[in-house]
């Protein structure tokens, strides 16, 4: 089972960079080129990744030596377990808000004693045998939690309880919805409650992680995020494609 990139270098304190959101083979196989990311983001919740598609997906990943992470639609452990088969190397689960929801996650994606995730061994038992390839799978399987939710703030302090789970991600724009923000990232109560998450995790001794832009990136840095998720490669290209053709009208000036 190959050893996952992005679960040891945040468990020895390192930073971690993921991906934006990825739906194609080719996409994933582009951004591994780069050599930029630790993690390859693929986005099951927002984009069209079927699970017969995963497979390309996390094969796109393994080439680059990026972690597969899959962003799945809901905590639905049947769902969890299929996206394991297909060679991911990590989930990431939306709107975790209870203890009992992060135990869950833990559960679908652990194999016994851990957890309770069945022992095909998938994709990545290729090679060698389900018994070798479940060995190691409790050490190498990467899990996240998506705290999106008035609720999961609230909850915040039980689920730091539950172990191994490698991050707690706190995300902006849900967390402003459930607050009645209609997604004003900018609100200074949305704020004070992200940076309060933020600072419960860290203070915890866990792993906070969040989507985090270029203004914002030494902020949160120093607070302690050590887990970063880059913008939406969509925004990246714009950014790009605008100062390119900035130079070019600057030129013909």
């Known amino acids: 089972m190959e050893t996952n990139r992005l679960k040891h270098r945040l468990a020895a304190g390192e930073l971690g960079l993921l991906s934006g959101n990825f739906e194609s083979p080719d996409m994933v196989d582009f951004a591994g080129s780069l050599k930029l990311y630790d993690g390859a983001w693929i986005d099951m919740e927002h984009g069209a990744v ?3 598609g995963l497979g390309d997906l996390t094969r796109a990943a393994d080439l680059w030596g990026m972690t597969s992470v899959v962003r799945v ?8 377990g299929l996206t394991l088969s297909q060679g991911a190397q990590g989930v990431i689960v939306p709107h975790v808000s209870t203890r009992e929801q992060a135990e869950l996650v833990v559960s679908a994606v652990k194999v016994p004693p851990l957890g309770r995730m069945g022992a095909s061994g998938g994709r990545r038992s290729y090679g060698t045998t389900v018994a070798e390839h479940m060995e ?14 008035v609720e999961g703030i609230d909850n915040l302090p039980e689920m730091l ?9 706190v995300s902006h724009y849900d967390l ?3 607050m009645g923000l209609q997604a004003d990232v900018h609100d200074a ?11 419960q995790i860290v203070a915890a001794g866990r792993v906070a992680a969040a989507a985090v832009g270029e203004q914002e990136l030494d902020k949160y840095i120093a607070m302690g995020v050590r887990c970063i998720k880059a913008p939406r490669w969509q925004a990246l290209v714009a950014q790009g494609s605008l100062a390119f053709a900035d130079r070019v009208r600057a030129a013909q000036a």
């Open 50 to 52: 079927t699970v017969q």
């Open 73 to 80: 639609r809901s905590l639905d452990p049947a769902i969890i």
């Open 136 to 149: 190691h799978a409790n050490e190498e399987s990467f899990v996240g939690v998506m705290i999106e939710d």
């Open 161 to 169: 309880q539950v172990q191994h789970i490698d991050i707690y991600f």
């Open 176 to 178: 402003a919805l459930s």
């Open 189 to 199: 109560a949305l704020v004070a409650t992200f940076d309060g998450a933020v600072q």
